[in-house]
């Protein structure tokens, strides 16, 4: 009986000790993931961060906002400006990636040619997150994305429209970002809602910036004159760069011309209680809070959602003076 007793703990001694060798020995099935009890915390976070440029009052608030975050919270921030070019954005992940940072984040100038960078920011078994743009690339190359659902933007921006041109009308659009997931998105969401008694006669891309706008916006001018009854501006910058140009031509802004635009910055605020712009769609640029926190959990090894969508509203000139003192960007 005493031989069989110790038989049995001798085999039991055995079990343990292949199970802790087995235990510590399991390589990690995520390379991001840290040592069990070796969290990171925000002071730890070393953080890249490739933004896109400062095209528009908007990009100034989100920059703001990832800076700012950064330095409320503690976390080390490398922060660079792509001027609006992919390759500048490619070349700043790979500084990113030599630097061995914790996470990177980015805002994709465009929606394709992604990939190779991306495979190699996980080879290198760094997360990514995509903050305000996306990119089209498979799901194994991104932690997750964090930003606007642009498709409803548009479709919010259709429907707007609608209701201002209840007898239908003549349009004009100017495009955002030739490429970009805003761009894209807008112009589908819009032509998903809008009704059929208004014409699309003209859309052409005014790359995001005030001067782009208005730029465009004297070309239409010059070639339909008074036949244009409304404008579609994927953003604010090019709807206020618009505005300039319609009053330099001779007509009203919000009046001759109605006008639907994107992002609800503080521009379009001050232009809906001068009577010149008629809707802004909000898209929240304050993406900060919200990055470091998905960015501390993608590096704590955290599964995260493909898509954290952020909250957005649409705000017309009735109540602009009233929540213009409130607007933070
Ligand atoms: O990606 C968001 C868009 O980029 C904003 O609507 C536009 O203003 C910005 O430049």
Request: net charge negative.
């Amino acid at each position: 009986m005493k031989k069989v007793g110790l038989i049995i703990a001798v085999i039991l001694v055995v079990l343990m000790m292949v199970g802790c060798s087995s235990a510590t020995e399991e390589p990690a099935s995520d390379s991001a993931a840290p040592a069990a009890g070796a969290e990171k915390s925000m002071e730890d976070l070393v953080v890249g961060y490739a933004q896109i440029g400062a095209e528009s009052e908007w990009r100034t608030a989100n920059t703001a906002s990832i800076k700012g975050e950064a330095e409320n919270l503690g976390v080390d921030l490398k922060f660079s400006d792509a001027q609006q070019k992919q390759e500048n954005q490619i070349a700043a992940i790979r500084s990113y990636i030599a630097e061995d940072v914790d996470v990177i984040g980015f805002s994709p100038v465009v929606e394709t040619g992604w990939e190779t960078v991306l495979q190699e920011v996980k080879d290198a078994g760094i997360p990514v997150i995509m903050v305000d743009r996306r990119a089209d690339v498979p799901r194994e190359l991104y932690a997750t994305y964090l930003g606007s659902d642009f498709v409803e933007e548009g479709k919010k921006a259709g429907n707007e429209m609608n209701n201002l041109l209840p007898e239908g009308g003549k349009l004009v659009e100017l495009v955002g970002t030739v490429g970009s997931a805003p761009a894209n998105d807008r112009y589908s969401g819009f032509r998903e809602t809008l009704n059929d008694n208004i014409e699309i006669i003209d859309s052409q891309s005014g790359d995001f910036t005030r001067a782009k706008g208005k730029e465009v916006m004297e070309a239409f001018l010059k070639k339909y004159g008074e036949e244009i009854t409304a404008l579609y501006a994927h953003n604010d910058d090019m709807a206020i760069g618009a505005i300039q140009a319609i009053e330099e031509f001779g007509l009203k802004p919000g009046e001759d011309i109605k006008i639907v635009s994107i992002d609800a910055v503080r521009g379009a605020f001050e232009a809906m209680i001068d009577g010149k712009l008629n809707v802004t769609v909000e898209c929240n640029p304050l993406l900060g809070p919200q990055f470091y926190e998905l960015a501390l959990r993608a590096v704590n090894g955290e599964e995260l959602p493909e898509w954290v969508p952020s909250e957005e509203s649409v705000y017309y000139p009735d109540n602009a003076e009233e929540l213009l003192p409130e607007r933070q960007y």
